[in-house]
């Protein structure tokens, strides 16, 4: 005589098993299995618990719990259709971005009601670039931007990956290479943003005087403008 197993238990215990499967299940726990009998009982258990669990609202510090120790495994994010609206090397800054910046890349990047301020800075004595940048929601500005997961990806493989600060700024150091794209996780991970960026070579001219890096002062502040 053969007994059930777990995918037969599971669907038995939430009611979903066919009708023939039902009862079969059945005849064979009144013929006196005990270890079917025992089976049904604690699937039947974890059915009840599950239900009135899954109505409940977990604590928030359980949230962050298990948020901790599974970190990685984010479902499949809807991606945001992003546009490139501003791109320093196609055209002149326009009135309200930085003129003064010069060495690098600048672009923003539209993606639904959020926008991706971002220059790169390029390291003239080696691969190494900076990116800074900055995330916000033009829709609702005041809503928070803080602490949002911002990667930067060739392929899977992420090469840098840090957190937005209180306004929604952030910055990294990577190794340039090509094929790259910046990923911003929105809502707890259910969005992301993905932008391709660009690949900076410092100019050979005048390399003697330029700047090797933008300092603080010129960190994007917002996108007013
Ligand atoms: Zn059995």
């Known amino acids: 005589m053969s007994h059930y197993g777990i995918l037969?238990?599971?669907?038995?215990?939430?009611?979903?098993?066919s009708p023939a499967e039902r009862?079969?299940?059945?005849e064979h726990l009144s013929s006196g299995c005990a270890e079917c009998r025992a089976?049904?009982?604690f699937w039947g258990t974890l059915a009840r618990v599950s239900g009135v669990m899954a109505q409940q609202q977990a604590p928030e510090s359980a949230v962050k719990l298990a948020r901790a120790i599974c970190?990685?495994?984010p479902r499949r994010a809807f991606r945001i259709p992003c546009e490139l609206v501003?791109?320093?090397?196609?055209?002149?800054?326009p009135a309200g971005l930085r003129a003064s910046w010069q060495v690098g890349w600048q672009a923003l990047y539209r993606a639904g009601d959020c926008s991706l301020d971002l220059r790169i800075e390029p390291d003239p004595l080696s691969s190494?670039?900076?990116?800074?940048?900055?995330?916000?929601?033009?829709?609702?500005?005041d809503s928070p931007m803080s602490d949002v997961p911002v990667s930067l990806k060739s392929g899977k493989r992420v090469?840098?990956?840090?957190?937005?600060?209180?306004?929604?700024?952030?910055?990294?150091?990577?190794?340039?290479?090509?094929?790259?794209?910046l990923c911003v996780l929105l809502e707890g991970g259910a969005k992301r943003i993905v932008a391709p960026l660009r690949r900076v070579a410092v100019q050979a001219e005048g390399a003697g005087n330029a700047p090797r890096r933008a300092n603080r002062a010129?960190?994007?502040?917002?996108?007013?403008?």
């Open 39 to 41: 089976a049904a009982v």
């Open 159 to 181: 090469v840098a990956e840090t957190r937005s600060n209180r306004f929604g700024e952030f910055q990294m150091e990577y190794d340039q290479q090509s094929r790259l794209e």
């Open 8 to 17: 037969q238990w599971a669907d038995y215990a939430r009611g979903v098993a």
């Open 218 to 225: 010129n960190r994007p502040q917002g996108n007013q403008g």
């Open 128 to 141: 190494q670039a900076a990116l800074i940048g900055q995330v916000s929601n033009h829709a609702t500005p």
């Open 86 to 93: 501003f791109d320093s090397f196609l055209a002149p800054a």
């Open 23 to 26: 009862s079969a299940i059945g």
């Open 71 to 73: 970190p990685a495994a």
